[in-house]
């Protein structure tokens, strides 16, 4: 059975910084590409950050240089971390993990951010 369960979330104040984490269990996680959404309310939900299985990084131009994702391939987990937040950060955020033609995403976990 896989699962991605994400943790961290909450609510800060803008300038504040939280870390996300996403533990995963079910897949061999060295092999996927994984990744951070997030969606806001009456929004799509769009891609915040990527990390590929052999460590390559993207993220979206609004959070560059802000959210720093990464991955410890040893322990199965991929992590965010968002600093500097503003109040447009808020949003539930996903984790993904995708290789070939397998697709998994996380429940969600939310980020409040107030000024």
């Known amino acids: 059975q896989v699962q991605l369960v994400e943790s961290g979330g909450g609510l800060v104040q803008a300038g504040e910084s939280l870390r996300l984490s996403c533990r995963t269990s079910?897949?061999?996680?060295?092999?996927?590409?994984v990744g951070w959404y997030r969606q806001a309310p009456g929004k799509q939900r769009e891609l915040v950050a990527s990390?590929?299985?052999?460590?390559?990084?993207d993220s979206a131009d609004s959070v560059k240089g802000r959210f720093t994702i990464s991955r410890d391939n040893a322990k199965n987990t991929l992590y965010l971390q968002m600093s500097s937040l503003k109040p447009e950060d808020t949003a539930v955020y996903y984790c993904?993990?995708?290789?070939?033609?397998?697709?998994?995403w996380g429940q969600g976990t939310q980020v409040t951010v107030y000024s």
């Open positions: 993904h993990a995708r290789r070939l033609q397998s697709d998994y």
């Open positions: 079910g897949i061999t996680f060295t092999f996927y590409a």
């Open positions: 990390i590929t299985a052999g460590g390559r990084t």
